[in-house]
């Protein structure tokens, strides 16, 4: 029999580090090299939902960052195996059940069938395991008898619990003293040993769903089933665990008690926790953009967003704004970061998204081939041969990428690749004599094939949009207000003000493009909504100080009939999309 004083988990030998990528480890709290357990190979576990309910886009932050991280495991060249869980026994799924006349199991199939579908329209596809508690009964009995064998645990009155006493690395991931825990209270306190114990086994009431074990009938606690599903399809030892912040303790803390108890060794390597959604308090203005919070842990605490603040209908969601613009309206977020959500930001960053579809759109004009069909290498060694221009972008990509996972980081490398691709375009006067040029033409296809090398990891733009362009239609209408304000200055010899409008736009990574029917515009980045509202502003300001009250009119009045509303404050005019 082993006794507390010997679980000190040995240490595991680890691979060789990746030359290159450092994962940050909730365990260590720092950033680490990454070592696996087994070279070139990678288990990781992410905690999935509990079936009583429809998704909310809280539950996709998870599945969307692990699916980016599996996808550039795999591109760096590992054989990854990843398994998400799903509780589907539950006090919840049973009061749900109750309350609606219809057994447990009809209220998990309904809400997995909405988890399957909300995850396939957001693009993550990678999972290989989604093993249900209920189909692993026997591994979860068998894992309570092991700790209750070893004396970590004990039964009483037909209840397993974890005698957290016996632990004395108890705490070591959240960084709690038993001392300073609370344990599950009500009628089960007289039951445990010790106020912090917690139930492995729970005895069945009378008409619940309950399963046959030694200790009789009853259901498993949430937190053992994580550690048998994880040792059933990962091993004793694997290398991600993943889940929200939320769940540091206590799932985790107990997921660790318990599997290291029963191993004597390390259950994970690298603990990696993702920020939670919180309802931006600034919603409904466009132009704003989410912060990067330096202390996710406490902006967790005051308030992740629930189903009760309305968060619900998901599938809703996704019908209104497309799975692709939520997946990258999630990743634009360090994955450790409070992510704000409004649904305005998601239209923000489908602003962002449009301006990569018109990339797409003008080199199909130009080559007459579908970006869709590219093919590009997804393998960091083989890799494609960038050509020189966009050789930086790639390496500055992967460099983000390689620091934690920072999709953000990323995805302005995106931005900056897409920017120099337009501009090359220009340059090369390819939508007019350079299209001509053959050595021009596969140099563009070069640039986009490394283009869609970076953006296959991130799971973006492997098919063509689902829905219509009509994310682009607010910064297409403000577009056409200032090509019009352009065309009129010009045509008033306004010198002043057409240079303004250029010098305007060029940051924003805008080109215009005076043709024989009009004036047409290119490129947009992240941001561009915004840059674009200010110069209507400055334009706006700069027509009234020089008594130009038609063209300040204009602007105001156009914007209005959009929906733009201007509102003049003592610090500046400031603007918002009712
Ligand atoms: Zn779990």
Request: one cysteine or more; aromatic letters at 8%.
């Amino acid at each position: 029999m082993t006794t507390s004083t010997q679980n000190k988990p040995d240490m595991t030998t680890l691979s060789e580090p990746h030359p290159t990528l450092h994962v940050y480890n909730t365990l260590s709290k720092k950033k680490e090299p990454f070592r696996t357990v087994q070279a070139g190979k990678v288990g990781i576990y992410l905690c999935g939902p509990t079936v009583y309910d429809k998704a909310h886009i809280g539950h996709m932050v998870g599945p969307v960052i692990f699916d980016c991280i599996k996808r550039y495991l795999v591109y760096c060249g590992y054989e990854v195996n990843w398994v998400v869980n799903i509780t589907d026994v539950d006090d919840k799924l049973i009061n749900k059940a109750n309350e609606r006349g219809i057994s447990m199991l009809e209220v998990a199939e309904e809400n997995i069938a909405d988890y399957d579908s909300n995850l396939a329209a957001l693009g993550v596809d990678q999972i290989d395991h989604f093993p249900r508690a209920t189909d692993c009964m026997d591994d979860i009995v068998r894992f309570i008898e092991l700790l209750v064998d070893d004396g970590y645990a004990y039964a009483s009155e037909g209840d397993v619990y974890f005698d957290v006493a016996k632990d004395t690395a108890y705490g070591k991931l959240s960084n709690r003293s038993v001392d300073s825990m609370q344990g599950e209270g009500g009628g089960t306190a007289a039951r445990k040993r010790g106020l912090a114990d917690f139930a492995l086994w729970k005895s069945a009431k009378p008409e619940e769903p309950a399963w046959d074990s030694p200790w009789g009938k009853g259901r498993p606690g949430w937190h053992i089933e994580c550690s048998a599903m994880s040792r059933k399809l990962l091993g004793e030892t694997f290398d991600i665990h993943g889940g929200g912040l939320d769940l540091v303790f206590p799932h985790h803390e107990n997921e660790i008690a318990q599997s290291e108890c029963c191993h004597g060794k390390p259950m994970v390597t690298y603990w990696a926790h993702n920020g939670l959604l919180r309802r931006d308090s600034a919603a409904g203005k466009i132009g704003g953009r989410s912060e990067r919070n330096d202390d996710p842990a406490e902006e967790a605490a005051s308030g992740k967003m629930s189903r009760s603040e309305g968060a619900g209908g998901l599938a809703e969601l996704i019908a209104r704004q497309g799975g692709e613009r939520i997946r990258f309206f999630l990743l634009r977020t360090h994955y450790r970061s409070t992510v704000l959500f409004s649904e305005p930001a998601i239209e923000e960053a489908g602003v962002g998204l449009e301006g990569f579809y018109r990339l797409f759109k003008r080199y199909e004009r130009i080559t007459g081939q579908s970006f869709f069909d590219l093919k590009a290498a997804l393998n960091r060694q083989a890799g494609d041969k960038p050509v020189e221009d966009a050789k930086a972008c790639r390496e500055k990509f992967l460099s983000a990428m390689d620091d934690d996972f920072n999709t953000g980081g990323a995805i302005g490398e995106l931005f900056e690749l897409a920017k120099i691709i337009n501009k090359y375009c220009d340059e090369a006067d390819l939508e007019g004599e350079g299209k001509k040029e053959k050595a021009a033409l596969a140099k563009l296809e070069q640039l986009l094939t490394t283009f869609k090398e970076l953006a296959a990891i991130l799971g973006l733009f492997s098919k063509p949009a689902e829905t219509g362009d009509d994310g682009n239609e607010l910064l297409g209408q403000t577009m056409q207000l200032v090509i019009d304000l352009r065309t009129e200055a010009r045509a008033s010899k306004n010198f002043a003000t057409a240079d303004a409008i250029r010098d305007g736009i060029g940051p924003l990574g805008i080109a215009l493009e005076d043709r024989a029917g009009g004036t047409e515009w290119t490129g947009g980045d992240d941001g561009a909504l915004d840059g674009i509202m200010q110069l209507l502003i400055e334009l706006r300001q700069t027509a009234r100080e020089n008594k130009d009250f038609a063209t300040s009119d204009t602007i105001r009045d156009r914007l209005k009939a959009i929906g733009v509303t201007l509102e003049d404050r003592s610090g500046g005019t400031e603007w918002s999309k009712g």
